[in-house]
C-alpha cells in the first residue's frame, strides 16, 4: 500500500478477511441513537451492539502494531460499556478524553444538559509506540492576565475543537447537499483527527478508520503524509470520501492549524511539511 486504500463494505469482514499492520485507529461508530442510517440498524437490541462492537474493537487490537493506539469515541452515558469493550478485548487505557461541544447542548429533562463527548484513548500494551506532547497557543482566559509565551499542552479535555452538527454554525466544512442539508449528521472535524494523527503517529505509519463516514480521517491522514485505510458500508459516503481526497478543499486544509501547534516542539518532524520546517525554524531563531 503506497498511500491509502479505501474500502466499501462491511468493516468487521473486511477486518477478518485482511491483514494489515496498523498504527493507529479512529473508532467513531454508530450510536444506536435511531439514526436513519441506510445501511445499519440504528435501533439495534443494546447486547447485539455492543458485541459487535466488541468483535471490531478485538480484531482491531489483533492487526495492531505493538504500542499502537486506538481512539474510540461514543456518548458519555456510554463511558462504561466503551471502558468495558477495551479492556476485555486487550487495550491499556491511557486517557477518557472529554471532547466539549462549544456550540451545543442537548437538553435532559431529569439531569444537567449534555455538552460533551467521549474519546477513550488506548494502547496495545502499557506504553504507547508513539505519543507526541503537543503544545498549542491556548486562546487567553479571562482569569488569565498574559499569554503563555510558549502555549500549553494538550490536556484530556478538548474544548477548543467546534463540532460540526450544530446547525448554521457548522461553517464551510461541513458538507452539505444542494438543498443545504448537511450529507452527514455525524461528520467528524479536520481539527479532531489532526489532533488524534499529530499525537499518536509519525508519517509513514498507518491510520484505520473502520467507520470511515465523510472521510475526515483519511483527509487529513493524506495532507500529513501517513498512510490510510479506510472501511464505510454506504456506497455514496464511499464516492464522497474519494471526491474528498481528489481535492483539497479550503476548508479541508489542515495547514490552517499549523500556527495553532507551532509551540510543539517536534512539530516539523510529526507535520511533515516544509511550512512546518519553516514555522519551527522562525521559532527557533
Given amino acids: 500500500m503506497e498511500e491509502g486504500l479505501v474500502v466499501c ?63 474510540f469515541m461514543h456518548r458519555e452515558k456510554n463511558a462504561e460499556h466503551v471502558l468495558r469493550t477495551l479492556r476485555e478485548t486487550g487495550w491499556t487505557l491511557q486517557n477518557l478524553i472529554i471532547w ?50 510558549n502555549g500549553i499542552f494538550v490536556t484530556d479535555v478538548w474544548d477548543d475543537i467546534r463540532e460540526l452538527t450544530s446547525g448554521y454554525f457548522a461553517g464551510e466544512e461541513a458538507i452539505r447537499d444542494e438543498r443545504g442539508n448537511r450529507v452527514h449528521t455525524q461528520q467528524s472535524p479536520v481539527a479532531l483527527l489532526l489532533r488524534i494523527i499529530l ?4 508519517p509513514g505509519d498507518l491510520v484505520l478508520d473502520p467507520f470511515a463516514g465523510t472521510g475526515t480521517t483519511l483527509v487529513v491522514a493524506k495532507q500529513l503524509k501517513r498512510r490510510f485505510v479506510g472501511i464505510e458500508i454506504d456506497p455514496e459516503y464511499v464516492e464522497l470520501i ?44
Fill in 9 to 71: 463494505g462491511d468493516c468487521l469482514k473486511w477486518l477478518k478477511n485482511n491483514s494489515i499492520e496498523v498504527h493507529l485507529t479512529f473508532l467513531d461508530p454508530p450510536f444506536r441513537q435511531g439514526k436513519d442510517y441506510r445501511y445499519f440498524d440504528d435501533e439495534q437490541p443494546e447486547d447485539v451492539y455492543w458485541n459487535w462492537l466488541e468483535e471490531v474493537v478485538a480484531r482491531v487490537y489483533e492487526l495492531t502494531a505493538g504500542g499502537g493506539a486506538i481512539y
Fill in 100 to 149: 466539549k461541544k462549544r456550540t451545543s447542548a442537548v437538553p435532559y429533562a431529569h439531569g444537567f444538559s449534555k455538552a460533551y463527548q467521549i474519546i477513550a484513548f488506548a494502547t496495545k500494551g502499557k506504553k504507547p509506540r508513539v505519543f507526541n506532547r503537543l503544545r498549542v497557543d491556548y486562546p487567553l482566559l479571562p482569569e488569565y492576565k498574559y499569554p503563555r509565551e
Fill in 199 to 202: 499525537a499518536s503517529s509519525v
Fill in 242 to 285: 474519494k471526491w474528498r481526497l481528489s481535492r483539497l478543499r479550503p476548508a479541508d486544509d489542515v495547514s490552517r492549524y499549523l500556527h495553532y501547534y507551532r509551540f510543539t516542539p517536534n512539530l516539523h518532524e510529526i507535520w511533515a511539511t516544509e511550512k512546518a520546517r519553516f514555522v519551527q525554524r522562525r521559532l527557533d531563531v
